[in-house]
């Protein structure tokens, strides 16, 4: 039978190629199976969202959201699980992202891993800001009419990219449309390519070794091969993940507001979803003019995490690498104080 | 209304009881079922050629067993008495009062487990083989007959069947219907959890691999038929209940909260749910144990603990509003109007034993009435808070949720008069800063 097959389709040297890759073992393993936790939500997204897809109407948002949560069999569960898996994929996928930049796992020759690893958070951001929008409800509608006015004033591109994005002057029925589109078809298309890319990358890479794993004497350097060893080992942690959301989605089911009406006045304390909190907060720090000093900020900051690879180069880390770790932290300590501090205020 | 109030802002008593249960729940279902993995894995040992390797993790298991069962087990067991007699102590009274012969079982059940446990244990080196066998054996047998009396009182609450309280049956009451169904899942679901616990003690064996195979495919075989027993018994379980139980899982309620409450929905999706990632996640165990290090086998028994916080909301949702089903409601009254102290209609706080005597107007009569009626279930700003649920009241809509609320079939009747009910709401709109004018 497993002749039959395999003549039928010659995996093996895939297969080979998968078992080549060699896992490190060290102190810090435990941070890789990161990149396979975020597959595992990316992969919660996609069956929740179809199922979605089915009785959601672009034309109807709120009612639509609304016939979800309260008539079709089990929707509300899976509105739950999507909201929920949606927001721990963020939180995956920032922790990944640290974890990587401080094993140095962006150095050459995995500069282009890092870069693709960037923008999938970016996506995925996008994602989540896409998808907030869609059920139509005031908590919604305003969190993103406040969000694209940010956007707006952004130098040069900003009033063509809201208006792009809104379909208009302001956020209408025309968004959901824009939205939709966005949300269940470029992104998953793109998201989807370029994870094709970066998990290409990562085989083909194989994994980086931290300058103390890197610095051990061969005999003393333990892998285990990818597969399947790491792989089958990750299931159960997978299995884990899974059982997080689906009790979150049990415990904390995702609310409805009321439907979204643009003419009356934003409710008290409208804000951004956690992941946006840090922008938010760090432009309320540059009222009127200085706004363009903020964003100006948030951009180099951005960049400069994408120009790490090209900096950071040497290994073992000299004296300029040690410095960029420091930046990081300093970079995550903000990141994390402008968030608390956006929640809090 | 007899005792005073026990009044925990933003979790609520209920809750406290419930997170311990749930810690509790885990412990003591891998004490029984560790018992008997422990009494076959002395048998399976003496027949293996690497016997001395296998009681070496064996010996490893029961050190680990001992604390975990008799350090988590014992401070959550007492936990759970401390919690429970302060959040309802009515239903903790009727529970000692009807099954006082069965909780002296228990106790000398606890004294036989663990005094058979330490001779075990610390008789390691020198106790010969057959009695080490006969004290694994009768371990597991005293454990298990512990779980059969606390089951027995367990699932009174739920079904009490025949046990009336005016015939106060015991035998009715202790083999009610839904006796045997849980008796038997969760012999099933120890089984499980003992597997999971030995696959974890397995992975720390670290030293060869040969020997973590065996021990970790040894540990699945527990698992994994356990696992696809458990819904079928949960399923005969799920047949037992009250009808209202099984309307309110399928139906859900409107009405409630902003939308659907189908709570009780969630929670027995999760504990199934997670039931087959365990599933999963043993297959891939047992495919390659030597690839198993400890974070997959701790992942597992996580998700044991995820499933069990589905299976105990489940259980104590479906039974809604009750504490002791169609006996005793959860926050603490008697169905039966002539056991409660305050008949439906007179004036509540009047039989109110701890409540201050408070002069009719007083606006504190609705915050009393709200400790005394209402926190068993709810906070004013926590879990299940009232002001989420409260922020469209109107006096006048408040004074006839009030009146109604037990119509919904997941809340009891209101116990006291017009004026009662008119404190009360006045009160809880008070809450969200506005005032309670009289309707």
Redesign the interface.
Known sequence: MSRFLLSRFPVGPLIDFMAKKKVPEHRCS?WY?LGGIALVFLAIQIFTGILLMVYYRPSQPWASVQRI??EVP?G??IR?IHHWSANLMALGLFVHMFSTFFMKAYRPTREFTWLTGLCLLGLVLLFSFSGYLLPWDELSFFATRVGITELEKAPLVGTWTATLLRGGPDVTIDTIGRFYVLHVVVLPLTVLGLVVVHLTLVQLHGMSEPDSFAALPPERKRY?PFF???L??????W??V???V??L???V?R??APEADPTAAAPAGIKPEWYFLAPYQTLKLFPGRLELLGMGLMAAAVLSAAVVPFIDRVVPTDRRGRMVALIGAAGIAGLAAMTAWGGLS | MNYPVWNVDILGGGLIVAIIAIVHMLVSHVAVGGGALLAVAEVWSDGQPDGARIRTWLRRFATWFLVFTTVFGAITGVGIWFAIQLASPEATSLLIHQFVFAWAAEWVMFLGELTVLYLYFYGWDVNSRAMQRFLAVAYFVIAWLSLFIINGILSFMMTPGGWTLENRDIFRAFFNPGFFPLLLLRTVVMFLLAGLFGMLVATRVAADDDLKEKLIRFCAKWVIPAAVAAPLLAFWYWTTLPGSAVALALGGV?GVA???L??V???G??AG??GA??L???F??A??P????T???L??L??AQ??I??GE?FREMARKPYVIHGVLYSNQLWKEPGKAPARLDAPYLDAARWAPRLPAQSPARGEWIYRLQCASCHTIDGYRGLMKRTVAWTPAFGVRWLSTMDTLKVMPPFEGTAQDREALAAWVISLHGRTGVKP
């Open positions: 435990g199976t949560v309260v089990f509300a569960f739950s285990r399947t060893d790491f089958l080992a990750e299931i159960p942690i299995m884990l899974t059982g997080v689906l009790a989605a049990a415990a089911p609310g409805l | 409107t902003g939308g659907r189908e709570v929905t969630r929670y999706l999760l749910l997670a990632l365990i999963v996640g043993t891939a165990m495919l390659r030597r690839a198993a290090n974070a997959p086998a992942a597992l996580l998700v995820l499933a916080m589905g909301f």
